[in-house]
């Protein structure tokens, strides 16, 4: 089993909403067995809330409802963001959002059943004896601003199709390729006020590596000096269908794109650009930054020089941005 983390945001009015929970798992299993979830290591009366993506169709259950829908690979973004993106103004895209939010997603009086406290929740959702994915929930005010960054040859230096097909993936080998003064600059921003997310192409069931590496990522052999922690999204599919959407769709940028233009939907109306900036090493990163509703200046391009390109201005490295930290980031108070 394995899930990705999730994040929720609370409204002035009191209305939370949460983006999808991805949980993969045999589908035999869930014929069998019965969903159960604990929130920091507390049980709660709530079944059945998770969303199978499978290989062939992708099933939707909450609380004890199915909905059962039909795809070729990538059903949950073939029925869902696929027709949102292209023909659909801002307008009518949150409105297709947020229906599909009411009728998919869990809603307030489920979410508050949680009892999630601010901040980082672990959660684990158990399938009958033995068998456990945890992930985390972030429970955030629709205050928070938010930073995003890709992971392979943006935080590592080493791009995203070496570490898929690499047989010898291990945590040292890239914590000794990691970009320089990564860490300083996202540490920084993260103090004045912003949450930092990672958002990887790579499929679920490597959630569990992502997160280690994250963690073990040290520099100049400081053990406080570690990246900042923050919720981690991956595809919720297996890795040959992860590598068949970005060949076959055509469209390497479309899971950053919807994954991100979710998150921007959690937050309300008003609030035009939760998401601040975001760090890439592709053109399909920064085209789904933009895509998203990220200001074009504030979409980051890391060449592999370490050279870093904006719309507004280029600088040599990371350490060059983190000299301007306050003026491009500045404090944010919650």
Not at 66 to 93: C, D, R
Not at 206 to 220: G, H, S, T
Not at 297 to 314: E, G, L, P, T, Y
Request: charge should be positive.
């Amino acid at each position: 089993m394995s899930s990705v983390d999730i994040i929720a945001i609370k409204h002035y009015d009191g209305t939370i909403r949460t983006s999808p929970f991805y949980v993969r798992f045999r589908r035999r299993v869930l014929k069998k067995s019965q969903i159960k979830i604990q929130i920091n290591g507390d049980a709660t009366d709530i079944e059945n809330f998770c969303i199978d993506a499978g290989d062939k169709h992708a099933r939707f259950v909450w609380d004890n409802k199915l909905i059962h829908w039909e795809g070729e690979f990538w059903p949950v973004y073939q029925t869902w963001e696929l027709q949102a993106e292209a023909s659909m103004t801002n307008e009518k895209k949150r409105e297709y959002y947020t229906s599909m939010m009411d009728r998919l997603l869990p809603r307030t009086e489920t979410i508050k059943k949680l009892n999630l406290k601010e901040g980082v929740n672990v959660v684990n959702f158990i399938l009958g004896e033995g068998r456990v994915a945890t992930s985390r929930i972030y429970f955030w005010s629709c205050d928070q601003r938010i930073v995003v960054s890709d992971v392979d040859g943006t935080i590592t230096g080493k791009g995203e199709n070496f570490s898929r097909f690499s047989k010898f993936y291990t945590n040292h080998f890239y914590v000794k390729r990691i970009r320089p003064s990564i860490i300083e600059l996202y540490k920084s921003i993260e103090d004045n006020g912003y949450k930092v997310i990672y958002v990887t192409g790579r499929p679920v069931r490597q959630y569990a590596v992502i997160k280690k590496l994250l963690l073990d990522i040290r520099q100049e052999d400081d053990e406080n000096n570690t990246m900042p922690e923050g919720p981690i999204f991956t595809t919720p599919y297996k890795f040959y269908i992860s590598r068949a959407f970005k060949v076959r769709c055509g469209r390497p940028d479309q899971f950053k794109t919807s994954m991100l233009t979710r998150i921007k939907m959690l937050y309300p109306e008003h609030i035009n650009e939760p998401i601040v900036a975001g760090f890439g090493n592709t053109s399909t990163d920064i085209m789904s930054y933009k895509k998203s509703g990220v200001n074009p200046s504030m979409c980051f391009f890391v060449n592999k020089d370490h050279s870093v390109a904006s719309d507004r201005k280029n600088f040599k490295n990371y350490a060059h941005i983190k000299e301007a930290v306050h003026e491009m980031f500045p404090k944010h108070d919650r």
